[in-house]
């Protein structure tokens, strides 16, 4: 960085504000845009500087007054120093000053007194002494010892020069105090003929007073010519005469006031006396007007001016008019606690009590009078309902007396009480509804009294009392709309009594009401939120908002789970096609749609949480009866389906059930089972398939569904609840599965072995074998039969049914195979051909263990010759050709889904 | 002053004398900072300080341009008072200016009542040759008389302008070391007593 810059000329070194420095120096920029900060004797002077050269600077002084450094700062260099100092004063400017400021003339008259001790000559040492550097003063208090009643001060009559002396050189050397001397000697000298020589430098002006002092003597003696030598007498008496005239009028003008002010008074008197005695009369009148503002006013106006009165008259005047407002004070009070009253309207009459200095708490007895009002009329609409409820109940009695035999009317007069408003729920919509309209009246009516906005005079404890008519009123109605809905959440004993009971109506009608009542109960407390209610008395509402919407949900869920139920009731048993789930009748998307609609009904109504409530899923208790609720729900479902699966067993088909041997004609047994035409049921075996299918397809699917829409309601069921609903249907599945094999397998395995020996056949025969015999074909047909049945239903179930129908099989194949004692050759090729051909046939089907069985049987065949078991071969070829159809059935079915059997 | 460390140079102060427009401030100027005016304005006190050196030895110049004018004549005893070295400067064209250096000297040993005071009688103005009025003879009789140097110069070449104000602070320096030499015998024995009786006193 270069050195900052440095001032080391300046010129002048002293002058008022305004005086044209040249400053000189050095680093003072390369040009003027370097230049960015000027201070004079601490005073900004920027805006005046003129930059000159890096060496020069043009400024003008600003007001700084006394020695002060002179600080140039540039953009390079930074604020700079200073060798040389400037001195600013504060020029004074005397009439004989010359001035470019133009002089104001008042001042000058200050200045005319004081033109002998001009300011800068104050500053002057008489001496011509420099007082620089003598900074050490002496003490004035020494001064004053010293020297009693005398001072420095050059102006005054008791200068002592002495003390000046002391005081302002009592360290100056006594050579410069010589020359001092000399100084002074030679200005007192200089003063001599400084006499003339100040009139010679103003003889102008000397001149021209002389010029006007001629001109004023002129007229003066002009004056004195014409009017005499005492020009000023005849003045004198002029202004005597004016004087005396001038009074005269004034005088004239005041008795006149005086007398207009006495008449004035006499007239207000008599008006104040006049509306005395006809004050009762027209506060009669005024009251019976309604114009109670009209006699408030005049009473406070009469009570002002004779209260004090202590004459008789007035007194009595008095005393009538008291008379008269008494009664209007409890004419009001009757008024005002009167109800039902218009707040507004309790608002004027509190006034107008106040007002007339009642001697009622007007406004406490409104809010006393109003909570009142709330009470009865809670109680007068709980008995109107009540009344409605008894004639309703009567009314179903008569009915149930008159047509008790008839199921029908039974099932009508539910109908009736199904469309009919319960009663309880008109008396919660109707509690709800008075509520939020008296309310909110009695709670402002305390807030203005409490804020004193009605003037009226706050008792101690009536805030307390307040709160309490406030949190009865609030209890009282949570606690009868808990009465009317909820009374399980009562305390039994203390409150039944309290607010009455309620008979319940079933659940069924109750539940379509609840979310209504719901929507009631939230105006309301929306409304009293709005009044900024104590947050005790909100939580009281809060907590029954969340009791109540707990036993609404749960109300809503038992109600599905009461429709679920009676699904098993509307099973049609036409099985559906379409869709990805083939084989499933409308039940399982029944419920799906019966869970989906009431949780949607849960999350309008219930799972919403609005302002200031708690939210149902925060609380454990509500979160631990949903859970249950739902898992009830869903497993009623599987109660639905297992009785459906299996109602029948105990029905009036068992004697047609049990399992039919002669398979040997090839007819499907349910030929003729299904003799019973007029019957809408399938058969058993169909149903048990049918079942089986919507079972799987309701724990694959519809759970899922179920399960995500809980979730995407923001409803998060427990993990549990669901588990516990899948083990439930799995296990179900497995059952039907089991029950379905158990059904078709048994007879179909039982029918083997005696179709093999049928016709005394053994194994150690002679008979060449032609062909395979028939009992394989009779089982393969079987098992077409089987698949056929199963795919009917569902394809998607053949490979979970066939494979264990194959696996019987192969298993009694092997069994009968090891019970063989002998084979002849003929049995052998026999033997070796059906198994073969079964096993090839049942290939598709067939498990590893069903493979493994097959392998065995052939295995306990004893094994052939080369030549002789070409015969198998043959007759295998031939089979393949013969049973080409039944083949097809079975493998490309496996293989190429749905194909017409 | 007093608040800057004692390593501060020694501070000379020259104080211009003469007539109104014989080149005070022209001398100063072009001594500070090289600079040669032409516009004649009337100076009433400029003051100008810098560090220069001194025969090998840095000191601070102080110079104290004061106003020729009859009019400030008052306020000259007061400057007259702090100066340490004067320059009386006349004007060799002007003849007036010449007699008027006889007034200044007498003002300044009236102030400073020292016949020894460093002096330097200076003419300006040596440029203008053909214009001279008042001979180098004349003038350095004066000199002689007053016992002091004469030298003559020119603001505007510069001539010796140097040299007046070096010469000047030379005698300022050798007064000085004198006046120590001095004083430090008498005048520091002389307060050391004055203390010690006052706190016997």
Same mark, same amino acid.
């Given at each position: 960085?270069?050195?900052?810059?440095?001032?080391?000329?300046?010129?002048?070194?002293?002058?008022?504000?305004?005086?044209?420095?040249?400053?000189?120096?050095?680093?003072?920029?390369?040009?003027?845009?370097?230049?960015?900060?000027?201070?004079?004797?601490?005073?900004?002077?920027?805006?005046?500087?003129?930059?000159?050269?890096?060496?020069?600077?043009?400024?003008?002084?600003?007001?700084?007054?006394?020695?002060?450094?002179?600080?140039?700062?540039?953009?390079?260099?930074?604020?700079?120093?200073?060798?040389?100092?400037?001195?600013?004063?504060?020029?004074?400017?005397?009439?004989?000053?010359?001035?470019?400021?133009?002089?104001?003339?008042?001042?000058?008259?200050?200045?005319?007194?004081?033109?002998?001790?001009?300011?800068?000559?104050?500053?002057?040492?008489?001496?011509?002494?420099?007082?620089?550097?003598?900074?050490?003063?002496?003490?004035?208090?020494?001064?004053?010892?010293?020297?009693?009643?005398?001072?420095?001060?050059?102006?005054?009559?008791?200068?002592?020069?002495?003390?000046?002396?002391?005081?302002?050189?009592?360290?100056?050397?006594?050579?410069?105090?010589?020359?001092?001397?000399?100084?002074?000697?030679?200005?007192?000298?200089?003063?001599?003929?400084?006499?003339?020589?100040?009139?010679?430098?103003?003889?102008?002006?000397?001149?021209?007073?002389?010029?006007?002092?001629?001109?004023?003597?002129?007229?003066?003696?002009?004056?004195?010519?014409?009017?005499?030598?005492?020009?000023?007498?005849?003045?004198?008496?002029?202004?005597?005469?004016?004087?005396?005239?001038?009074?005269?009028?004034?005088?004239?003008?005041?008795?006149?006031?005086?007398?207009?002010?006495?008449?004035?008074?006499?007239?207000?008197?008599?008006?104040?006396?006049?509306?005395?005695?006809?004050?009762?009369?027209?506060?009669?009148?005024?009251?019976?007007?309604?114009?109670?503002?009209?006699?408030?006013?005049?009473?406070?106006?009469?009570?002002?001016?004779?209260?004090?009165?202590?004459?008789?008259?007035?007194?009595?005047?008095?005393?009538?008019?008291?008379?008269?407002?008494?009664?209007?004070?409890?004419?009001?009070?009757?008024?005002?606690?009167?109800?039902?009253?218009?707040?507004?309207?309790?608002?004027?009459?509190?006034?107008?009590?106040?007002?007339?200095?009642?001697?009622?708490?007007?406004?406490?007895?409104?809010?006393?009078?109003?909570?009142?009002?709330?009470?009865?009329?809670?109680?007068?609409?709980?008995?109107?309902?009540?009344?409605?409820?008894?004639?309703?109940?009567?009314?179903?009695?008569?009915?149930?007396?008159?047509?008790?035999?008839?199921?029908?009317?039974?099932?009508?007069?539910?109908?009736?009480?199904?469309?009919?408003?319960?009663?309880?729920?008109?008396?919660?919509?109707?509690?709800?509804?008075?509520?939020?309209?008296?309310?909110?009246?009695?709670?402002?009516?305390?807030?203005?009294?409490?804020?004193?906005?009605?003037?009226?005079?706050?008792?101690?404890?009536?805030?307390?009392?307040?709160?309490?008519?406030?949190?009865?009123?609030?209890?009282?109605?949570?606690?009868?709309?808990?009465?009317?809905?909820?009374?399980?959440?009562?305390?039994?004993?203390?409150?039944?009594?309290?607010?009455?009971?309620?008979?319940?109506?079933?659940?069924?009608?109750?539940?379509?009401?609840?979310?209504?009542?719901?929507?009631?109960?939230?105006?309301?407390?929306?409304?009293?939120?709005?009044?900024?209610?104590?947050?005790?008395?909100?939580?009281?509402?809060?907590?029954?908002?969340?009791?109540?919407?707990?036993?609404?949900?749960?109300?809503?869920?038992?109600?599905?789970?009461?429709?679920?139920?009676?699904?098993?009731?509307?099973?049609?048993?036409?099985?559906?096609?379409?869709?990805t789930h083939?084989?499933i009748?409308?039940?399982p998307?029944?419920?799906e749609?019966?869970?989906?609609?009431?949780?949607?009904?849960?999350?309008?109504?219930?799972?919403?949480?609005?302002?200031?409530?708690?939210?149902?899923?925060?609380?454990?208790?509500?979160?631990?009866?949903?859970?249950?609720?739902?898992?009830?729900?869903?497993?009623?479902?599987?109660?639905?389906?297992?009785?459906?699966?299996?109602?029948?067993?105990?029905?009036?088909?068992?004697?047609?059930?049990?399992?039919?041997?002669?398979?040997?004609?090839?007819?499907?047994?349910?030929?003729?089972?299904?003799?019973?035409?007029?019957?809408?049921?399938?058969?058993?075996?169909?149903?048990?398939?049918?079942?089986?299918s919507n079972c799987q397809y309701t724990n694959n699917t519809v759970l899922v569904h179920i399960s995500?829409?809980?979730?995407?309601?923001?409803?998060?069921?427990?993990?549990?609840?669901?588990?516990?609903?899948k083990?439930?249907f799995t296990?179900?599945e497995?059952?039907?599965?089991?029950?379905?094999?158990?059904?078709?397998?048994?007879?179909?395995?039982?029918?083997?072995?005696?179709?093999?020996?049928?016709?005394?056949?053994?194994?150690?025969?002679?008979?060449?074998?032609?062909?395979?015999?028939?009992?394989?074909?009779?089982?393969?047909?079987?098992?077409?039969?089987?698949?056929?049945?199963?795919?009917?239903?569902?394809?998607s179930?053949?490979?979970?049914?066939?494979?264990?129908?194959?696996?019987?099989?192969?298993?009694?194949?092997?069994?009968?195979?090891?019970?063989?004692?002998?084979?002849?050759?003929?049995?052998?090729?026999?033997?070796?051909?059906?198994?073969?051909?079964?096993?090839?046939?049942?290939?598709?089907?067939?498990?590893?263990?069903?493979?493994?069985?097959?392998?065995?049987?052939?295995?306990?065949?004893?094994?052939?010759?080369?030549?002789?078991?070409?015969?198998?071969?043959?007759?295998?070829?031939?089979?393949?050709?013969?049973?080409?159809?039944?083949?097809?059935?079975?493998?490309?079915?496996?293989?190429?889904?749905?194909?017409?059997? | 002053?007093?608040?800057? #460390?004692?390593?501060?140079?020694?501070?000379? /102060?020259? %104080?211009?004398?003469?007539?109104?427009? !014989?080149?005070?401030?022209? @001398?100063?100027?072009?001594?500070?900072?090289?600079?040669?005016?032409?516009?004649?304005? #009337?100076?009433?006190?400029?003051?100008?300080? /810098?560090? %220069?050196?001194?025969?090998?030895?840095? !000191?601070?110049?102080?110079? @104290?341009?004061?106003?020729?004018?009859?009019?400030?004549?008052?306020?000259?005893?007061?400057?007259?008072?702090?100066?340490?070295?004067?320059?009386? %400067?006349?004007?060799?064209?002007?003849?007036?200016?010449?007699?008027?250096?006889?007034?200044?000297?007498?003002?300044?040993?009236?102030?400073?009542?020292?016949?020894?005071?460093?002096?330097?009688?200076?003419?300006?103005?040596?440029?203008?040759?053909?214009?001279?009025?008042?001979?180098?003879?004349?003038?350095?009789?004066?000199?002689?008389?007053?016992?002091?140097?004469?030298?003559?110069?020119?603001?505007?070449?510069?001539?010796?302008?140097?040299?007046?104000?070096?010469?000047?602070?030379?005698?300022?320096?050798?007064?000085?070391?004198?006046?120590?030499?001095?004083?430090?015998?008498?005048?520091?024995?002389?307060?050391?007593?004055?203390?010690?009786?006052?706190?016997?006193?």
């Amino acid at each position: 960085m270069p050195p900052p810059p440095v001032v080391t000329g300046l010129s002048p070194i002293e002058g008022p504000p305004g005086t044209r420095i040249i400053i000189r120096g050095e680093n003072f920029g390369t040009k003027s845009s370097d230049l960015i900060g000027l201070k004079i004797c601490g005073c900004d002077c920027l805006l005046s500087a003129e930059w000159k050269s890096p060496n020069k600077i043009i400024a003008r002084s600003g007001p700084g007054k006394g020695k002060g450094d002179v600080i140039v700062t540039t953009r390079l260099n930074g604020v700079g120093t200073c060798n040389v100092s400037f001195k600013g004063y504060h020029e004074t400017i005397g009439p004989m000053k010359e001035s470019a400021v133009w002089v104001e003339e008042a001042p000058l008259f200050v200045w005319g007194r004081h033109s002998l001790s001009p300011g800068s000559y104050q500053q002057e040492d008489p001496l011509g002494l420099s007082v620089e550097g003598n900074d050490k003063k002496f003490p004035e208090d020494d001064l004053l010892e010293l020297f009693p009643n005398a001072t420095g001060d050059i102006s005054s009559e008791n200068f002592s020069a002495c003390w000046f002396l002391l005081e302002n050189h009592h360290c100056t050397s006594f050579n410069d105090l010589q020359a001092g001397l000399l100084h002074l000697r030679r200005k007192v000298e200089g003063q001599k003929e400084g006499q003339l020589s100040f009139l010679k430098a103003n003889v102008g002006s000397v001149m021209d007073q002389a010029d006007t002092i001629a001109t004023l003597m002129d007229k003066f003696e002009k004056d004195a010519s014409v009017y005499g030598s005492e020009s000023t007498r005849k003045l004198e008496k002029s202004i005597k005469e004016s004087e005396r005239e001038a009074r005269k009028l004034f005088d004239d003008v005041l008795t006149r006031r005086d007398r207009a002010e006495k008449t004035r008074n006499a007239l207000n008197v008599l008006a104040r006396f006049r509306f005395l005695f006809c004050l009762p009369c027209v506060i009669d009148r005024n009251i019976r007007k309604g114009e109670y503002d009209i006699v408030i006013n005049d009473y406070t106006r009469v009570k002002n001016l004779f209260n004090k009165s202590e004459v008789p008259v007035f007194k009595t005047a008095l005393s009538e008019i008291e008379k008269r407002v008494v009664g209007l004070q409890k004419m009001l009070h009757d008024k005002l606690q009167k109800m039902p009253i218009p707040i507004e309207e309790q608002k004027r009459l509190i006034r107008y009590l106040v007002n007339l200095d009642a001697p009622y708490e007007p406004a406490w007895d409104a809010i006393r009078s109003y909570s009142n009002y709330i009470n009865l009329r809670f109680k007068q609409c709980y008995e109107e309902h009540k009344a409605g409820e008894n004639a309703v109940a009567e009314e179903l009695c008569k009915m149930k007396n008159s047509q008790s035999a008839s199921k029908y009317s039974k099932f009508n007069s539910s109908y009736d009480s199904l469309n009919a408003v319960p009663e309880n729920i008109l008396f919660v919509e109707d509690l709800c509804q008075l509520l939020s309209e008296l309310f909110p009246d009695l709670w402002k009516l305390g807030q203005s009294y409490f804020t004193g906005e009605l003037h009226a005079n706050v008792e101690v404890g009536h805030q307390a009392n307040f709160k309490n008519i406030v949190m009865t009123i609030i209890d009282l109605f949570c606690k009868t709309l808990r009465s009317a809905v909820i009374p399980h959440t009562l305390d039994k004993n203390a409150d039944k009594a309290l607010v009455g009971a309620w008979t319940i109506p079933d659940i069924d009608i109750i539940a379509l009401w609840l979310p209504v009542c719901l929507r009631y109960i939230r105006s309301t407390y929306k409304i009293l939120i709005k009044l900024d209610l104590p947050s005790e008395a909100l939580d009281i509402i809060s907590t029954f908002i969340l009791d109540f919407k707990l036993y609404c949900m749960s109300v809503l869920l038992k109600q599905t789970t009461e429709q679920v139920r009676q699904l098993s009731s509307q099973e049609n048993w036409k099985i559906e096609f379409a869709g990805t789930h083939s084989g499933i009748t409308e039940l399982p998307i029944e419920f799906e749609e019966l869970v989906q609609t009431v949780i949607r009904l849960i999350k309008e109504s219930v799972l919403t949480t609005e302002q200031r409530e708690i939210s149902l899923l925060e609380n454990a208790n509500a979160q631990k009866e949903l859970d249950k609720q739902v898992e009830t729900l869903l497993s009623s479902f599987y109660s639905v389906l297992k009785s459906l699966a299996f109602q029948d067993d105990e029905s009036g088909y068992n004697e047609d059930h049990s399992p039919v041997v002669s398979q040997l004609i090839g007819t499907p047994i349910t030929a003729y089972r299904n003799h019973d035409a007029n019957n809408h049921i399938p058969i058993w075996e169909c149903r048990l398939l049918t079942t089986l299918s919507n079972c799987q397809y309701t724990n694959n699917t519809v759970l899922v569904h179920i399960s995500r829409s809980f979730t995407m309601n923001g409803y998060s069921l427990s993990k549990l609840a669901i588990e516990n609903v899948k083990t439930k249907f799995t296990s179900l599945e497995k059952a039907l599965l089991d029950a379905y094999l158990e059904h078709k397998s048994d007879p179909l395995v039982g029918t083997i072995e005696p179709s093999m020996y049928l016709g005394r056949f053994d194994w150690d025969t002679n008979n060449i074998p032609s062909d395979i015999r028939p009992y394989a074909k009779e089982c393969i047909n079987n098992l077409i039969h089987v698949h056929s049945e199963v795919y009917t239903v569902s394809p998607s179930l053949v490979e979970s049914v066939l494979p264990q129908v194959v696996q019987t099989i192969a298993e009694e194949l092997f069994r009968l195979m090891s019970c063989v004692k002998k084979f002849s050759l003929a049995g052998i090729q026999q033997a070796r051909a059906d198994i073969c051909a079964l096993q090839e046939i049942l290939l598709p089907y067939s498990t590893p263990k069903a493979k493994t069985f097959f392998n065995d049987a052939l295995d306990i065949i004893p094994s052939l010759e080369k030549s002789s078991s070409t015969i198998i071969e043959d007759i295998l070829k031939q089979v393949r050709v013969r049973m080409r159809l039944q083949i097809l059935c079975l493998s490309s079915s496996a293989l190429n889904g749905p194909v017409i059997t | 002053m007093s608040k800057k #460390p004692v390593t501060q140079p020694a501070l000379h /102060k020259v %104080i211009m004398v003469g007539s109104g427009g !014989v080149g005070k401030s022209a @001398l100063t100027l072009q001594f500070m900072y090289d600079e040669f005016v032409e516009d004649y304005e #009337p100076t009433k006190a400029d003051s100008y300080r /810098k560090k %220069i050196l001194l025969d090998g030895e840095e !000191v601070q110049i102080d110079i @104290l341009d004061t106003a020729g004018q009859e009019d400030y004549a008052a306020i000259r005893d007061n400057y007259f008072r702090s100066g340490e070295g004067f320059l009386c %400067i006349f004007s060799i064209t002007e003849d007036e200016s010449f007699q008027a250096t006889q007034d200044f000297r007498e003002q300044i040993l009236r102030v400073k009542n020292d016949e020894n005071i460093p002096f330097l009688l200076v003419g300006n103005k040596c440029d203008l040759e053909e214009r001279r009025k008042v001979t180098y003879q004349e003038a350095s009789d004066r000199a002689k008389q007053w016992g002091v140097t004469y030298v003559e110069t020119s603001a505007k070449t510069r001539e010796h302008v140097d040299k007046v104000f070096f010469d000047l602070m030379r005698e300022i320096r050798a007064r000085k070391m004198e006046e120590n030499k001095t004083n430090n015998g008498r005048g520091k024995d002389k307060n050391k007593r004055k203390k010690i009786k006052c706190v016997i006193l």
